[in-house]
């Protein structure tokens, strides 16, 4: 046991470990169906009468890095094999993200079954890409897999991450290109590198046309950014082989997720439809960005909790879903995602209220305001990969700017508990038939500091529209209508969020038409995002009268007695 793991397995709270003696074999070869060998470490304990179950990790991002891991597991009795995935470090054949997947994971679970070390029980774990190279072996798993320990990841690739709510997540695809294209150059370039991300992702993500952004920023051109930038539209096919949906025989799974974390409205989807399927699952969601590092003791704690689970049939220490409820900070148990709820509406209003009140009749004037992509609305905050970027932050810069409307309850008289999926009727116009409208919802303290919590996204183009939200939105989350008068009715389906407004505070919806560089602004013109260099300004409308009753929909909880 080295002092490393002591200290880390301490502050984690892990189970004690069973063993101290551990070995490891390095560079082991494992030769895909096209010829290319990948290579893998595995991790045991040296000392023991039989043989272990094995946790797989599948990773781009390097074997001995995450050689920590596999001590800790192997110190709690398991085998830990880590692969680097195809054409990283090491690993033969093209770096080419996510495609490969599907078959070189399931070459990989046949040359561990052909093991004389393996005793027939497989279960993996990962956060991230390492989710997604699990999901790519889910849909048909052998035997053999018993369980998945799945960590803010999700199985739908483009709404998921690349496209939520049909907008380009810019910052997340810049970032995690540089991160990729720098993280093999030894200890101290990548700690460079960690220092100026935040700058040169930053000046990158104001280049125009996107389509130049990776020269910009690694040198060349990256195959994989410009197809993504190729294949923007929804219902594009190329998305496909990406896109893990079916769940029938899915093994039993934990999902643990971020409120800030860029693939939760995926994710939530994912345990909703794993439930609709009858399979084994259960879903934890913290107050963590996708790179909390407060997050790893509850992903290990969890991950050897349920593979004792379902490997040792230990009994269940905790409900189906676990929750962190922001504002009152703690931890509560449901049945279900979402949790019986009141669905309550709260209404935009003239002078920029937000109230219970319909609107009332007479005809008020729309807010409005002007949308610039040349000088685009700033994210401020939200689900980006970006660590500095990401995460609950001050509104007021972004709520100073013109360019955002505030609409703002009165002061709370007693506490407010709000957890579940969000959803945002909008009534508006715009000058532009290309153009985006952005929601947020905040919790403002008694000082006045408005904390973001969660964001939605529409783009609108003619007869296009898509928005955020989890498979327990509404069924009619995310079309866009059109009234005679010409305004449209937008139906934005919101991040999912858990939070108690507190007594004091008051609730604030943001309306707006851009967070960039979270969602790459929309350039107005509808030219295809990867050449697009033109900017047009829109004049936008938000209407709240009683013919356009433009409001947030709230799940309210009802609070625990006592």
Avoid at 25 to 44: I, N, S
Avoid at 455 to 477: E, H, K, M, T, Y
Wanted: overall charge neutral.
């Amino acid at each position: 046991m080295s002092v490393l793991s002591r200290i880390i397995g301490t502050a984690a709270r892990l189970p004690r470990p069973s063993s101290t003696e551990v070995a490891v074999e390095r560079d082991l070869q494992t030769k895909m169906p096209d010829g290319a060998v990948l290579l893998a470490d595995r991790w045991y304990p040296s000392q023991t009468t039989s043989l272990p179950p094995t946790v797989l990790l599948r990773s781009p991002y390097g074997r001995r890095q995450l050689g920590l891991l596999g001590r800790l597991f192997a110190e709690r009795g398991y085998q830990a094999v880590i692969q680097s995935c195809r054409g990283t470090f090491g690993s033969g054949g093209e770096w080419l993200p996510m495609r490969n997947e599907p078959a070189d994971g399931a070459a990989t679970l046949e040359w561990i079954a052909a093991q004389p070390w393996f005793d027939g029980r497989l279960v993996t774990f990962g956060p991230s890409y390492l989710g997604i190279t699990q999901w790519a072996v889910a849909e048909s798993p052998p035997d053999l897999l018993k369980a998945m320990a799945l960590n803010v990841t999700a199985s739908g690739i483009r709404d998921a991450i690349i496209y939520p709510g049909d907008a380009f997540a810019l910052e997340t695809a810049l970032t995690w290109m540089f991160q990729v294209d720098n993280q093999e150059g030894g200890a101290l370039h990548v700690l460079r590198t960690m220092a100026r991300a935040r700058k040169v992702v930053t000046d990158a993500c104001m280049r125009l046309p996107l389509g130049q952004c990776d020269r910009l920023l690694v040198g060349r051109s990256e195959r994989f950014y410009q197809d993504w930038l190729a294949h923007e539209a929804a219902g594009d096919e190329w998305w496909d082989v990406l896109d893990f949906k079916r769940r029938e025989a899915v093994p039993a799974a934990t999902l643990v997720g971020g409120w800030y974390d860029l693939f939760l409205s995926g994710q939530v989807k994912d345990f909703v439809e794993l439930r609709r399927a009858g399979r084994t699952v259960r879903l934890t969601v913290g107050p963590w960005t996708h790179a909390s590092l407060g997050a790893m003791g509850v992903v290990l704690r969890d991950a050897l909790e349920f593979f004792d689970e379902q490997l040792n049939g230990a009994r269940p220490r905790r409900g189906r879903v676990r929750l962190y409820v922001m504002g009152t900070d703690r931890w509560e148990e449901y049945d279900e995602w979402p949790p019986p709820a009141d669905a309550q509406p709260w209404y935009l209003g003239s002078g920029g209220t937000l109230s219970r009140h319909e609107p009332p009749g007479g005809g008020a004037r729309p807010s409005t305001y002007r949308y610039d992509p040349a000088d685009p609305t700033p994210a401020a905050g939200g689900a980006s990969l970006l660590g500095a970027s990401a995460g609950p932050k001050d509104q007021s810069p972004r709520e100073s700017r013109r360019d955002v409307l505030t609409y703002t309850s009165g002061v709370m008289t007693e506490d407010m508990k709000v957890i579940g999926p969000l959803t945002v009727t909008l009534h508006v116009r715009s000058t532009l038939e290309h153009t985006d409208f952005m929601v947020r919802l905040c919790d403002v303290d008694e000082k006045g500091k408005s904390v973001n919590l969660s964001d939605g996204l529409v783009r609108v183009g003619p007869g296009v529209a898509a928005g955020i939200g989890p498979a327990s939105a509404p069924p009619d989350a995310g079309p866009v209508t059109r009234s005679a008068d010409g305004t449209l009715r937008l139906q934005i389906s919101m991040w999912p969020t858990a939070n108690t407004f507190k007594k004091g505070h008051r609730v604030r919806l943001q309306v707006s038409s851009g967070a960039h560089p979270l969602f790459a602004r929309n350039p107005g013109t509808g030219e295809p995002l990867a050449t697009a260099s033109t900017l047009r300004a829109a004049d936008q409308e938000i209407w709240h009268d009683d013919a356009h009753p433009s409001c947030v929909t709230l799940p309210v909880v009802l609070l625990s007695k006592g």
